[in-house]
């Protein structure tokens, strides 16, 4: 595809379900970021792959969420026993490498409501 | 911490007025300063980097080192540039940004 695509680009589910969220980056970027955007903030870092691994998983807020990437490419972020408060918009980026400043391509985006 | 301040959320200017966007920075070390942009329904986007030192789209940003800031200029404002403006700020290495909660950008006619 021409950009980043995410799926679903809306999720509404109830407290303490589990959510998977997807992301399938621009071809041939070696590095994927996913990020959270809660309302009426800018988007937080979560985890960052170089490849199949998590180069960086320090924005992660607690043990209930986890990201995989096995093949390189596409990228689930899993959230277990949702509460309310992970409510926001999860955005996913790639970038052609990491370890380097370079421009992030934005996905759309997953919202995710938690009731 | 806060890394990242934009002051204002909503600016309103007419169309042709100057527009600064302010953007102040809390870093010690070498920063790596960005400006990204979301017009309506669209993903959000780079607008432009500090390093470059390029105009895009008429707008231009400068690194303040001693002010600690990466204020986001354009001198004649168009309808189209309405949209929200994100500073983020790229401390570690490459891309793991902080992001400043934004500016709704409005230009009326």
């Known amino acids: 595809g021409a950009g980043v695509s995410q799926t679903p680009s809306n999720k509404v589910t109830e407290k303490g379900k589990y959510v998977e969220l997807r992301c399938d980056p621009i071809s041939g970027h070696t590095a994927l970021y996913w990020y959270r955007q809660s309302l009426g903030q800018g988007p937080e870092f979560l985890i960052y792959?170089?490849?199949?691994?998590?180069?960086?998983d320090s924005g992660l807020p607690n043990d209930r969420f986890f990201a995989v990437r096995p093949e390189g490419s596409v990228s689930t972020l899993k959230i277990q026993r949702t509460e309310r408060g992970d409510s926001a918009v999860y955005l996913c980026?790639?970038?052609?490498?990491?370890?380097?400043?370079?421009?992030?391509?934005f996905g759309e985006g997953s919202r995710l409501t938690v009731l | 911490a806060q890394r990242v301040t934009q002051p204002e959320k909503l600016l309103s200017v007419f169309k042709g007025a100057p527009v600064e966007l302010k953007c102040n920075y809390s870093?010690?070390?070498?920063?790596?300063l960005f400006w990204y942009v979301q017009y309506s329904r669209q993903r959000l986007q780079l607008l432009l980097r500090?390093?470059s030192r390029e105009s895009i789209k008429g707008f231009t940003a400068d690194l303040n080192k001693g002010e600690t800031s990466f204020h986001l200029k354009k001198p004649f404002a168009q309808e189209e540039d309405s949209a929200m403006y994100y500073c983020a700020l790229d401390m570690e290495y490459g891309n793991k940004l902080v992001f400043g909660a934004g500016t709704i950008l409005r230009v009326k006619s």
């Open positions: 980026a790639s970038s052609v490498a990491g370890g380097i400043t370079g421009e992030l391509f």
């Open positions: 870093y010690s070390g070498s920063p790596e």
């Open positions: 500090h390093i």
């Open positions: 792959f170089q490849g199949t691994g998590a180069a960086d």
